[in-house]
């Protein structure tokens, strides 16, 4: 090992979360113990208090996501961490942060469901809870890592991401990528870049504190500065008061909207589709058997390749349009009964056809059944 | 070595997902790709109990052990449950304190008595997993010893690297006495 | 205070007039709220308002501080947020018996365990208003509502003694009648250190007065001043006296370790480490 390499770490998926969150910054975390997501509170509740931030284990997971909104409105880098069950339940405060505009971070550690499901088995049956979970239009970012280091540089980069559009941002681990432990190399602090909430230049009697700015998001003062400002879930103007008008309903909706929509790029990775014939669009850990799949696949002389979508949310529109263009056929795999595949469906539009590989039976999709399915359509 | 797979099996409580995390740790420090994984839940609890990881000298796409080429069974249940899955060159250790049924098999078969010689000369039967990891490492060359010792060093309980690295001297010792015959 | 001068320094006056029933007794309990706040000279900037949903919870949106509604039940599990992160700023929540004691009863007696340094003052006026007249848990037994038109088949908390059960180091009961008393109570709640709570019991002449056959605001006012016993004056009276009557003012006064003050120990032991 040369003298400029550093020493790789073993770390399990939630434990490099942790770190993550503290490389960005982290000084609030609320939670509620919730298999397989807790060794992320239980890092937390160990590490924070070191680095003068704030834990807290709240009476349910409602009051967890509340505390993490509240801790944010205040200036804190807050997060908190689930597993289904959990993230249902913090749907509604999920759905406040996006409409009242406040930065936070939501670790979701999928297993299997609905309900009680097996809670120790993986499951990638969240991505559209992640996307349409709580209840109305709204903006979301969603973020899947496929590795243990990558857990550690998304979790960075949700914090980010929700300081940047004011929005609430949702790591969507899967137990697989949670709970594996594999080496890696934490980034130090001087190679990380974190963003910081815009601040208002305004002084507090001209503060706007929903008037956008041409990014689409308005500086966000906290509480305790000064401003003076008042913050709703109610359908709100520029001052953030409501006015019960559905005009403004539209023009917030379709600004919190566009604000996501017309200024995030969507994270995608894309391995050996150039001359690709065949696509595999697989995410989290089943991109890694897919990866396997594919060059088993090439071993044998099929051209085949894989996008993975490391933001699902948005999902990449424009990778899989243009890769429906040039690929005979797209195979999907996931542990779920088919969710990421509607999106590559309706990316596809027809272009390419588009098949499906799922499994519910608590186990990963392994390289030989996708390498099955490739042969099966090639 | 492109990619060596191994599975560490036995009941729940014998320390057998420490023993995995240490293994991997050690393949870590020696600049290798390592993932470790294991079974949660019920399965855990009692029972036949796993941890799994893989070394490699490139990237690890997928992170589950299907064929393993090493299995330590540490309990008869777990021999039995896991054996099918051992590749047919590949390498079996069990304890004999716990595998009194050595089941047929092409692999090549290590029946060494590891939580008998962890009772007898340490009189704990808590650290026969590192005197498995010992042995297990000794056979198979999947790591370096000194960077298992550092790796078990630095993932026991404070206060008991004396006795640990005793165990893993038997453990070392035990394979080497194996290799030798 | 002359009234100007605190609305000025203290309300949105472009805001009012408020969005209030005639009769109903919510704006009497946010004067109290604002005169309790100026007589304890908290600063503006640094004062935090926090509310659930419902008619009380529409009480921020008139007031100048840092103000926050949010969802229904958990302004408690909000505040603790704010509280926590901040530990600096005066956080006081204001609440409804359906927002505080049905769907947010949970935060509620977990605020009162940790006794955490928050003031929470309940508009009881034992019903859903904004929803136009469903029974809570402190409408009481028998009374009617739009879900009870057969009268109602619960029994009403007694939420002062579960808040006391639960911890609370500072418990009161006021009423919208008893003013001067009001004001009284909720500004020791904000002097003292730790979980304060204030149920004030007031009139919803337009859904539970109408739907029982109360009268007018000013019957229900009466109704307060004749029902409302002061402490020493209950524990004077014999049980039978008591009837159908209920106790006001400081019910519960305690020290007890403060939630936040005892995490910022772990703090400084973990930076001494």
Sequence with gaps: MGENERQAVLMSGNEACVEGALLAGINFFAGYPITPSTEIAEGLAERLPRHGGKFIQMEDEIASMAAVVGASLAGAKAMTATSGPGFSLKQENIGFAAMAEVPCVVVNVQRYGPSTGLPTSPAQGDIMQARWGTHGDHPMIALMPASVQESLTLTIEAFNLAEKFRTPVILLLDEVVGHMREGIVPPRKEEIMIKKRKKPTAPPEEYLPYRAEPDGVPPMANFGDGYRFHVTGLVHDETGFPRGRGSDGDYLVRRLTNKVKNHFVPMVEEYLTEDAEIAVVACGSVARSAKRAVNLGREQGIKVGLVRPISIWPFPEKAIKDLAGKVRAIVVPEMNLGQVALEVERCACGKAVVYRLNRIDAELITPDEILAKIQEVK | MAQLEIRLSGFGGQGLITAGIILADAAIREGKQAVQSQSYGPEARGGASKAEVIISDTAIDYPKVKEPSVLLAMSQEACDKYLESLRDDGILIIDSYYVKKVPETRARVYSLPITELAREKLGKVIVANIVALGATVEITGAVGQGTLEEAVLSRVPGGTEELNRQALAIGFQLGRKQLEK | ?273
């Design chain 3, 1 to 273: 205070m002359a009234v100007k001068e605190l609305l000025d320094r203290y309300t949105r006056m472009e805001k009012l007039p408020h969005i209030w029933c005639p009769g109903c007794g919510h704006g009497i309990i946010l004067g109290s709220v604002l005169r309790a706040i100026q007589r304890q000279n908290l600063e503006p900037d640094k004062t935090t308002i926090v509310s659930g949903i419902g008619c009380s919870s529409r009480a921020p949106g008139y007031m100048k501080f840092d103000t926050l509604h949010t969802t229904h039940g958990r302004a408690l599990a909000f505040a603790t947020g704010v509280k926590l992160a901040r530990p600096e700023l005066n956080v006081i929540v204001l609440s409804g018996d359906g927002d505080c004691a049905a769907i947010g009863g949970n935060h509620l007696i977990h605020a009162a365990r940790r006794n955490i340094n928050l003031t929470t003052v309940v508009f009881n006026n034992s019903i859903y208003g904004m929803t136009s007249g469903q029974y809570s848990p402190l409408t009481p037994h028998k009374r009617f509502a739009t879900t009870a038109p057969y009268g109602n088949v619960d029994h009403p908390f007694d939420l002062c003694q579960l808040v006391i059960a639960a911890g609370a180091t500072y418990v009161a009961r006021g009423t919208a009648y008893h003013t001067q008393m009001l004001i009284d109570l909720i500004a020791k709640g904000i002097e003292r250190k730790g979980f304060s709570f204030i149920e004030v019991v007031t009139q919803c002449p337009t859904y539970y007065g109408r739907k029982n056959k109360l009268g007018s605001a000013i019957d229900m006012l009466n109704w307060q001043k004749e029902h409302g016993v002061p402490v020493k004056a209950a524990a004077k009276l014999p049980p039978e006296k008591m009837e159908g009557k209920f106790v006001i003012g400081e019910l519960h006064c305690t020290q007890r370790p403060e939630y936040v003050e005892e995490y910022q120990r772990i703090i400084d032991r973990m930076e001494r480490e």
